[in-house]
């Protein structure tokens, strides 16, 4: 198994542009979430999934759009990048009906100037 | 949503001695309570965690215990070593979220 991985590992965006964050895990989890994680911060929920079909605003979902489509693929959406989205972005799995251990992806380095 | 706060924010410690974080939360409807560890430039992996009728749980260094009447929980580690130094979050669990904790950064001198 992979397990839960994030393409890419690192980006740079202009001010306005829009990207793509993609996730997949192979573990048949129901339950997905993005994080963003800023220096001295913890882990903010931005949008979560709990199946396919299905999401939910976290803490933080301004600017960001998700989908999800199948229970593999959970993509972030950047509407608009802005320099306060730099940040590193987390993906994270779980089998849902638990709550259980999270399994989060390596990470995506994002640098907005 | 959930207030938590996770202290304290840096912990540094001679090697073999004892570490203690602490962290607090506000919904008392919570009923999961992890903790992960974060290496620097890593994923936070889950290291222990806990459900909520269950006060105490431990797996070799590291324990956890529970006092929901109180609303907080903490992560014990015993015979601390070099490897143990990272970033440690609490990550409770309520409405189908988790809240994480600011971390804890701890040190472990050799």
């Known amino acids: 198994n992979a397990g839960v991985t994030q393409t890419p590992k690192f ?8 990207m793509t964050l993609q996730c997949a895990q192979d573990m048949n989890h129901e339950y997905m979430s993005w994080y963003r994680q800023d220096p001295g911060m913890g882990l903010r929920l931005i949008h979560y999934s709990v199946g396919a079909g299905i999401t939910d605003q ?34 994270a799995s779980t ?10 992806g390596p990470g995506t380095r994002l640098t907005v100037t | 949503g959930e207030n ?43 290291i222990i965690d806990i459900r909520s009728n269950v006060g105490e749980k431990k797996d070799q260094r590291i324990a956890v215990t529970l006092n929901k009447t109180a609303k907080h929980f903490s992560l014990h580690i015993t015979e601390t070593q070099p490897e143990d130094s990272a970033v440690y979050f609490c990550a409770p669990y309520t409405g189908n979220q988790f809240y994480f904790g600011t971390g804890t950064s701890l040190t472990v001198i050799p």
Do not use: M
């Not at chain 1, 489509?69 to 306060?84: G, K, M, N």
């Open chain 1, 95 to 104: 089998p849902f009906g638990g709550p259980y251990e999270q399994y989060f």
């Open chain 1, 11 to 18: 980006q740079v965006l202009k001010t306005g542009q829009s």
């Open chain 1, 58 to 91: 976290g803490e933080v979902p301004n600017g960001y759009n998700v989908s999800r489509s199948t229970t593999e693929d959970f993509p972030l959406r950047l509407l608009s990048a802005a320099p306060s989205q730099t940040s590193v972005y987390f993906c």
């Open chain 2, 4 to 46: 938590v706060e996770q202290h304290p924010s840096t912990l540094s410690v001679q090697e073999g001695d004892s570490a203690v974080i602490k962290c607090t939360y506000s919904d008392s409807a919570s009923n999961y309570f992890p903790w992960y560890k974060q290496e620097l430039g890593k994923r936070p992996q889950l």
